[in-house]
């Protein structure tokens, strides 16, 4: 296994290479399903709906088998997800996992509903899972932080300033790039010094400088040629 590298494939394709158990602490954000065929212009503003084919058809079963094999049976898991997507986690995790939490993050800083027929979308969801079934809580790697730091609500502006990569046109260069301080706060909690995370859908890279932040070992890859050539300089 090859520690701290992030390859361009597809992510069944680069889970097969992984050994069964090997790894301690998965921490993901696949496709959300969310993408619609064309983006919104409304006056000056372009309103990015479309976030790339990599948006359709998503099927989060056969990735997250694999994730359970390659995971030890006391690791942990967070996914990141949609609202219309927390049913088919949860079927997959009350099958054969530990399911233990569903965190809420909300974001300070939603897009607007321009339509205004709607509530506005302001959160997104993480479920949190522990591999084998038979553990008790208290097995596992958690580094509890204090209650204030520990509720089930991350509140946090979406990516703007320095953290959000942008490209010479000032556009973001991923549509969906998540906070380093969530990732950090999720791997500090269910992983020591040392252990391996692992992310197979890294976009520009975030989960893999969350780990190098916290001294963790990461490991994962992306399908898109240009993210993943910007995870390798980020890192
Ligand atoms: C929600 S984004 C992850 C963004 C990431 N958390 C970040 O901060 O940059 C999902 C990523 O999964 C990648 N992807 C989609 N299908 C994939 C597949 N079958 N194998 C590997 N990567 C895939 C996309 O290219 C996209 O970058």
């Not at 992984?18 to 993408?35: E, R």
């Not at 309103?47 to 998503?58: A, L, P, S």
């Not at 359970?68 to 967070?78: A, D, S, Y």
């Not at 522990?130 to 730091?149: A, L, M, R, S, Y």
Request: proline letters at 6%; aromatic letters at 10%.
């Amino acid at each position: 296994m090859e520690l701290n590298t992030i390859k361009c494939m597809d992510c069944l394709e680069y889970l097969k290479t992984l050994p069964d158990n090997s790894v301690d602490l998965v921490v993901t954000d696949p496709p959300y399903n969310v993408s619609q065929k064309a983006n919104i212009k409304y006056g000056n503003l372009n309103i990015v709906k479309n976030f790339g084919e990599w948006d359709f058809g998503f099927d989060p079963e056969p990735v997250m088998a694999e994730l359970k094999r390659v995971l030890k049976p006391k690791g942990q898991i967070f996914v990141f997800c949609s609202t219309e997507q927390i049913p088919q986690y949860m079927a997959i995790f009350k099958q054969n996992w530990f399911f233990r939490n569903l965190l809420v993050w909300c974001k300070t800083n939603p897009a607007p509903r321009l339509s205004k027929t709607n509530f506005v979308f302001a959160n997104e969801y993480i479920l949190y899972a522990i591999n084998d079934p038979e553990t008790k809580p208290g097995q596992v790697t958690f580094n509890f932080q204090g209650h204030k730091e520990m509720h089930n609500t991350l509140i946090t502006s979406a990516l703007q300033g320095k953290e959000r990569l942008r490209d010479e046109n000032h556009k973001a260069v991923h549509p969906t790039q998540k906070p380093l301080s969530i990732l950090r706060k999720l791997i500090e909690i269910a992983s020591n010094r040392g252990d391996i995370v692992l992310d197979p859908f890294m976009g520009v890279g975030s989960t893999a400088v969350a780990c190098k932040e916290t001294g963790r070992n990461f490991l994962g890859c992306d399908l898109d040629k240009i993210y993943h050539a910007i995870s390798l300089k980020r890192i």
